[in-house]
């Protein structure tokens, strides 16, 4: 096992509740990977690698402004934009990796510490199925960071749903990942709690034999993650869930 990095296998759950109700329940697993510790692992493990293919992968094109620019100096560079300086910090990234050179994160968190250890910010990194991508930075308050808990809230900026509008905030609850991770994510409108969705995980070393066996009980994940958002979303449809509008995209969304 290298420093911070990890593997977590666990679930999403999310529950909407208006107008119609509706519960989804899947297996995950994501990879935390200390942006400074990528290329070690690239060169001892061998079924993870940077920048080619392999059983799992990491591509920084994948992530932030999709150029291929240092993933972490593009998140240093959208601290700075909200006034939140972590220096020599370490910037640690959850997300599902490439599975035989595919992959779907419909949200990638970054956990931004600040030098002694002490979570300063996140970034919720979310990309819609449209091709589009927008990343929330919020700083976390030195209070909260004392107690090792967070919770913050930003004003829904990417359409990432027919079946939700624009006029939505969302509040984000947790913790730094240790033995365990867990984040709450509710969004809410003008009526109050519309979907309240979970991720949860266990750690893991990241080995080979965990990467394997990771691979082989959730089989082509990224694959799946693409197929199980349309097939909920035929389910969401079947139960005539009124559809919205897509806008044009506001500022700060990226086009991919």
């Given at each position: 096992m290298t420093g911070a990095s990890?593997?977590?296998?666990?679930?999403?759950?999310?529950?909407?509740?208006?107008?119609?109700?509706?519960?989804?329940?899947?297996?995950?697993?994501?990879?935390?990977?200390?942006?400074?510790?990528?290329?070690?692992?690239?060169?001892?493990?061998?079924?993870?690698?940077?920048?080619?293919f392999n059983l799992m992968g990491f591509y920084d094109r994948d992530h932030g402004d999709g150029s291929g620019a240092p993933l972490r100096a593009q998140i240093v560079a959208r601290l700075a934009e909200a006034g939140i300086d972590v220096g020599s910090g370490a910037i640690r990234l959850l997300t599902m990796p490439r599975?035989?050179?595919?992959?779907?994160?419909?949200i990638s968190l970054y956990y931004c510490h600040r030098p002694d250890g002490r979570l300063a910010a996140m970034v919720y990194?979310?990309?819609?199925?449209?091709g589009e991508r927008r990343s929330y930075v919020l700083p976390v308050p030195a209070a909260e960071a004392d107690d090792d808990r967070f919770r913050q809230q930003a004003d829904k900026r990417l359409y990432v749903s027919p079946f939700m509008g624009m006029e939505m905030d969302?509040?984000?609850?947790?913790?730094?990942?240790?033995?365990?991770?867990?984040?709450?994510?509710?969004?809410?409108?003008?009526?109050?709690?519309?979907?309240?969705?979970?991720?949860?995980?266990?750690?893991?070393?990241?080995?080979?034999?965990?990467?394997?066996?990771?691979?082989?009980?959730?089989?082509?994940?990224?694959?799946?993650?693409?197929?199980?958002?349309?097939?909920?979303?035929?389910?969401?449809?079947?139960?005539?869930?009124?559809?919205?509008?897509?806008?044009?995209?506001?500022?700060?969304?990226?086009?991919?």
């Amino acid at each position: 096992m290298t420093g911070a990095s990890a593997l977590y296998v666990g679930g999403v759950f999310h529950t909407r509740l208006r107008p119609r109700r509706h519960r989804l329940k899947y297996r995950v697993f994501w990879l935390m990977l200390d942006l400074d510790e990528i290329d070690v692992l690239h060169r001892r493990l061998k079924t993870f690698s940077r920048g080619r293919f392999n059983l799992m992968g990491f591509y920084d094109r994948d992530h932030g402004d999709g150029s291929g620019a240092p993933l972490r100096a593009q998140i240093v560079a959208r601290l700075a934009e909200a006034g939140i300086d972590v220096g020599s910090g370490a910037i640690r990234l959850l997300t599902m990796p490439r599975v035989l050179g595919f992959v779907f994160n419909p949200i990638s968190l970054y956990y931004c510490h600040r030098p002694d250890g002490r979570l300063a910010a996140m970034v919720y990194e979310v990309t819609s199925t449209f091709g589009e991508r927008r990343s929330y930075v919020l700083p976390v308050p030195a209070a909260e960071a004392d107690d090792d808990r967070f919770r913050q809230q930003a004003d829904k900026r990417l359409y990432v749903s027919p079946f939700m509008g624009m006029e939505m905030d969302y509040v984000f609850r947790g913790r730094p990942p240790g033995e365990t991770l867990s984040l709450a994510i509710d969004g809410r409108d003008a009526q109050g709690l519309l979907i309240a969705t979970a991720m949860t995980g266990r750690r893991h070393p990241l080995t080979d034999r965990a990467l394997v066996a990771a691979a082989l009980s959730m089989p082509l994940l990224t694959l799946k993650v693409v197929a199980a958002i349309h097939w909920e979303a035929l389910k969401l449809w079947l139960k005539r869930t009124p559809l919205t509008r897509k806008p044009a995209p506001e500022p700060g969304v990226l086009v991919l």
